[in-house]
C-alpha cells in the first residue's frame, strides 16, 4: 500500500506536457460545460494492437459502486479544465439520456467496430482507425 | 470500495476481444523471452491530444514500492502471453542493464518526442506519430 505522502509525490510523475498516466486520468471527475458534475472516469479502453485509446469508461450515478451506469465516452470528447479539476465535455441532458450505455458492467458488449461507429456517430465524433 | 466479489465480476468488463481496461494494463506482471518475472506494469502514459499511448511505465525489483526503479517501455513491445499470465517483453538483460530509466519518479523526465525518441531507438522499434 502506497502512503499518502508516496501518493502525493507520485503525482508529479503521472503527468508531463503531453502524456498523461492512465492511473490519473482513472477516477478524474467529468463535468458538462455547465459545471454540473456528471460522472467519473472508470478506465479508458485501450486497443491491444494499435495502442491507441478507443473510449473511456464514465461512471454515472449509484452510491459506492452500487448501482452505477457505465457509459462508453470517445476520448476526443474529454477536455481537461483546470478551474473544475477534471474533464469537461459538452453532453447535454438529452444526449445523455439517450447515450449508449453499459447497464451492466459484466457484460462488456462494444466487441468489434460496428459498436463504436455507432458510438462515435452518437457524439459526432471521427473513428480513431 | 468494491467488494472481492465485484471486483471478479468487473474483470469481464476490463477486455474485450480488441480493447483492453487501463486498469487491467495496470499490475500486470512482465516477463522476459525466458519466463523470468522483470517487473510490473505500473502505469501508461497516453498522448492527451491523439489519444494514443506513449509507452508503458515498468516498475522493476524494491520492496512495497521502495526503491523501485522506472522504465519506459514501448507500448508496441508488450505482447500479452496468456500462460505466463503477463506480457511478454523480448528484453535482454544487457538491454535492461543501459535501458532509458526514471531513476526517481519524482523526475519524470520522458517530456518531448527528442526523449522519445531516443526511448524508441534504444528498442528498435517505431515512432508512434
Not at 467529468?30 to 494499435?50: A, F, P, Q
Amino acid at each position: 500500500m502506497a502512503s499518502t505522502l508516496e501518493m502525493q509525490r507520485d503525482v508529479s510523475a503521472r503527468e508531463t506536457g503531453t502524456l498523461i498516466g492512465s492511473d490519473k486520468v482513472e477516477g478524474t471527475a467529468v463535468y458538462r460545460s455547465n459545471e454540473d458534475r456528471v460522472g467519473t472516469i472508470k478506465r479508458v479502453m485501450i486497443d491491444k494492437l494499435s495502442g491507441k485509446v478507443g473510449y473511456a469508461v464514465m461512471s454515472f450515478g449509484g452510491v459506492l459502486g452500487i448501482g452505477d451506469d457505465y457509459y462508453p465516452i470517445p476520448w476526443s470528447l474529454l477536455t481537461y479544465n483546470e478551474k473544475l479539476g477534471g474533464y469537461e465535455v459538452n453532453i447535454t441532458e438529452d444526449q445523455l439520456k439517450d447515450a449508449p450505455k453499459l447497464s451492466d458492467h459484466e457484460n462488456w458488449s462494444y466487441e468489434g467496430r460496428g459498436r463504436e461507429s455507432e458510438l462515435l456517430d452518437y457524439y459526432g465524433t471521427h473513428p480513431y482507425w
